[in-house]
Structures are given as structure tokens and as C-alpha cells.
């Protein structure tokens, strides 16, 4: 379930500093709290959105078995917060907190943003276009998932698990992928470092 390797040490020992288990890895419990309030709260959309999350977390263990790359525990941590707050949004915040769409979409957008921005400088690419384009396309394709799914279940009389707002949301939520691409565009480099090197 987790990934037990050390990835980093302390300048004062051999503690780790960080661990796998001991961050991503509590965030995955708390990702399956949601998971179970959803169900006592009969929530759909916290049951479904917490299982995406949870699989979501396990990315960067697949992406390690399958090839040279070596996450840092805080890339890991960054991905599981990610994953967390939005499935913790579907239980209200996303309602009833005022920015928190803001905060999920930047870091999702980022998290995607990131791995286009990886993919193309590992291949010797520029990665601006690649970086702006896969961000933009699937933030505009999410949004139209949203929405037919929230139309549908209108439709169908049930709770949906993705709720459209407005056209206005939709377009602040567009702006704040944007602004997870140029996070990554401008400190890629320099955070992304590790995950640059090609495997040959």
C-alpha cells in the first residue's frame, strides 16, 4: 500500500527527515475518512471523488515501478494535498468556503502542468506550448464533464458527483489552471529538478 523507501535524510543522523508513511501515506488515511463520511453522509460525490483522490496519491508509486524517476517526499506530499482537498471540498468547503476551487484548481492544474512540463524536457522539448496546452485542454474538457454530469443528474433526479456552478465559476476556475501552468512554467526548473533527467 505504501512506499517505504527512504528518500531523504537528515543533516544530523540518519533519520529521515520526511517519509512516505509518515506524510502522503497519513493523507491517504484521511482521503479514506472521506471516503467513509461520504458514505454515512450518503454523499456520492465525496464517495466517488475520495476513491479518484485515493488512486490519484498511488500516481507517484506507478510512475517510479515504471520508470528511473525518483519522486522527493514533498512532491509526494504535494500530490496527496492535492488529491485531499478537493476530496474534502465535496463534502461542503467547495460550497461553503469561498476560494477553495481556487486553491484545488492551481494545484491540480499545477500537478498537470508539471508532468507535461517533465514529459517535454525530458524529450529535449520547449515545454511552454506543452506545459499551457495539456493544461488548458483538459481544464476546459473537466469543465464539460462537470457539467454534463451535473446536467445529467438533475436530469435523473439524484445527487451528482461533480456540481456545475455558473458560467462565471467556470471561468475563474479556467483562470486558476492558468495560473498552476505559469507556477510551473516559471519554477520548474528548479522544483521539478530531480524528475529532468532523461533515463538515457
Given at each position: 500500500?505504501?512506499?517505504?523507501?527512504?528518500?531523504?535524510?537528515?543533516q544530523a543522523g540518519?533519520?529521515?527527515?520526511?517519509?512516505?508513511?509518515?506524510?502522503?501515506?497519513?493523507?491517504?488515511?484521511?482521503?479514506?475518512?472521506?471516503?467513509?463520511?461520504?458514505?454515512r453522509q450518503?454523499?456520492p460525490g465525496?464517495?466517488?471523488?475520495?476513491?479518484l483522490?485515493y488512486f490519484?496519491?498511488?500516481?507517484?508509486?506507478?510512475?517510479?515501478?515504471?520508470?528511473?524517476?525518483?519522486?522527493r517526499p514533498w512532491?509526494?506530499?504535494?500530490?496527496?494535498?492535492a488529491?485531499?482537498l478537493?476530496?474534502?471540498?465535496?463534502l461542503?468547503?467547495?460550497?461553503?468556503?469561498?476560494?477553495?476551487?481556487?486553491?484545488?484548481h492551481?494545484?491540480s492544474?499545477?500537478?498537470?502542468?508539471?508532468?507535461?512540463?517533465?514529459?517535454?524536457?525530458?524529450?529535449?522539448?520547449?515545454?511552454?506550448?506543452?506545459t499551457?496546452?495539456?493544461v488548458?485542454?483538459?481544464g476546459?474538457?473537466?469543465?464539460?464533464?462537470?457539467?454534463?454530469?451535473?446536467?445529467?443528474?438533475?436530469?435523473?433526479g439524484?445527487?451528482?458527483?461533480?456540481?456545475f456552478?455558473?458560467?462565471?465559476?467556470?471561468?475563474?476556475?479556467?483562470?486558476?489552471?492558468l495560473v498552476?501552468a505559469?507556477l510551473?512554467?516559471?519554477?520548474g526548473n528548479r522544483?521539478?529538478?530531480?524528475?529532468?533527467?532523461s533515463d538515457?
Amino acid at each position: 500500500m505504501f512506499n517505504l523507501r527512504n528518500h531523504s535524510s537528515s543533516q544530523a543522523g540518519d533519520q529521515p527527515v520526511w517519509s512516505d508513511l509518515d506524510m502522503a501515506g497519513s493523507l491517504r488515511y484521511a482521503i479514506i475518512a472521506v471516503f467513509i463520511i461520504g458514505i454515512r453522509q450518503r454523499n456520492p460525490g465525496a464517495v466517488v471523488n475520495a476513491v479518484l483522490a485515493y488512486f490519484g496519491t498511488c500516481v507517484p508509486d506507478i510512475v517510479e515501478r515504471e520508470s528511473a524517476i525518483e519522486f522527493r517526499p514533498w512532491q509526494r506530499l504535494y500530490v496527496a494535498t492535492a488529491m485531499l482537498l478537493h476530496a474534502i471540498g465535496m463534502l461542503g468547503p467547495y460550497d461553503d468556503i469561498r476560494g477553495w476551487d481556487h486553491v484545488t484548481h492551481t494545484l491540480s492544474a499545477s500537478i498537470v502542468g508539471g508532468a507535461t512540463f517533465v514529459a517535454a524536457k525530458r524529450r529535449g522539448k520547449d515545454p511552454l506550448r506543452p506545459t499551457l496546452g495539456s493544461v488548458i485542454t483538459l481544464g476546459v474538457l473537466w469543465e464539460i464533464t462537470e457539467y454534463l454530469i451535473h446536467a445529467t443528474a438533475n436530469r435523473l433526479g439524484v445527487n451528482p458527483i461533480l456540481v456545475f456552478y455558473s458560467r462565471k465559476d467556470t471561468v475563474l476556475d479556467l483562470v486558476f489552471n492558468l495560473v498552476g501552468a505559469f507556477l510551473v512554467i516559471v519554477f520548474g526548473n528548479r522544483y521539478l529538478a530531480n524528475l529532468l533527467e532523461s533515463d538515457g
